[in-house]
């Protein structure tokens, strides 16, 4: 069974450019996560899709990002424009719990994209 | 909210060495506390679990034990191997689903 997948493995952008991340998550997975790791800090919450519903978007920094779930399959997570402070490593994650809870709640991780805003 | 602290890094020890990485926590409840290992150039994977209190996580000759009293969630292994260099995460969710994480600590072993 194929695992989470991330594309790009590496971005390097300019400021002030657009960079769209994508993430395909273990197929049946209803539950997709996006977190990120910034300059070598703990690893954050974005932000959890069901299904195509954002169910918490409490993590997302600002309006400069927007994640999307169209048919409840892959996502992306734009980043419009792009600021220096936002290089990091984007890590998506993909569990099948219901609503992300319960004993089918472990969250298996993607190997990241590693965005570089030059 | 809840969260958790994990020592600095880096760690660097010599292949056979013992290894102890510090994972304090702070929660509301009992949450599962979880360690995750990130090897180069890979993703996140989860490495071990603990549920409850008192629980042993263990996986790949490392253990952790679910420790309430100090609040603590340490990582160790006994024998430390050049493949067990890795950046090494301890997490707990919080009140829902969410996965509050440690800042890492990088481990590299020499042969």
């Known amino acids: 069974e194929a695992g989470v997948t991330q594309f790009p493995s590496h971005s390097v952008i300019e400021k002030g450019q657009t960079v769209t991340l994508r993430c395909d998550p273990i197929?049946?997975?209803?539950?997709l996560y996006w977190y990120r790791r910034v300059m070598g800090k703990e690893i954050k919450f974005l932000l959890h899709?069901?299904?195509?519903?954002?169910?918490?978007e409490s993590g997302m920094p600002n309006n400069r990002f927007l994640a999307e779930r169209t048919g409840g399959t892959y996502s992306t997570l734009k980043v419009q424009p792009a600021e220096l402070e936002d290089s990091g490593v984007y890590f998506c994650a993909s569990s099948q719990g219901p609503r992300g809870r319960g004993a089918n709640n472990e969250q298996f991780f993607g190997p990241g994209t590693r965005l570089t805003v030059l | 909210g809840n969260s958790v602290t994990q020592m600095e890094g880096p760690v660097t020890l010599s292949e056979e060495a013992f290894l102890t990485i510090n994972c304090t926590y702070t929660?509301?409840?009992?949450?599962?506390l979880f360690w995750y290992v990130q090897y180069p150039g890979e993703g996140l994977q989860l490495l071990l679990k603990a549920t409850k209190a008192d629980d042993k996580g263990s996986n790949k000759g490392f253990e952790a034990t679910y420790r309430k009293e100090t609040t603590s969630f340490h990582l160790e292994k006994g024998s430390v191997q050049v493949s067990d260099s890795a950046v090494y995460f301890c997490a707990l969710p919080d009140s829902s689903y969410k996965l509050i994480f440690g800042s890492g600590t990088r481990l590299l072993v020499r042969p």
């Open positions: 929660a509301t409840g009992y949450p599962s």
């Open positions: 197929s049946g997975h209803d539950n």
């Open positions: 899709f069901v299904k195509e519903s954002k169910q918490d």
